[in-house]
């Protein structure tokens, strides 16, 4: 459990930051649009932020 803690509180950068608030973003205006399609996609955004991954993985697209 102590992993999960680390993983959401620690090492959050301007990417990161920048999926979460796009995400929530689009949450809101998905909500707003009744749109579930874009809800889909900016659930996606919110999980990447939250657990620290992205598209190739947790740190999978460095050299």
Known sequence: ???IKQ???TNWHFARVLRLALGLFMVFW????HDWS??????LFVFMA??????CGAQGCKI
Request: charged content about 5%; proline content about 0%; glycine content about 10%.
């Open 1 to 3: 459990m102590n992993t």
């Open 7 to 9: 993983r959401l509180f």
């Open 30 to 33: 998905a909500i707003q649009a």
């Open 38 to 43: 874009l809800g889909a996609i900016s659930g």
């Open 50 to 55: 939250l657990s620290n991954t992205a598209c």
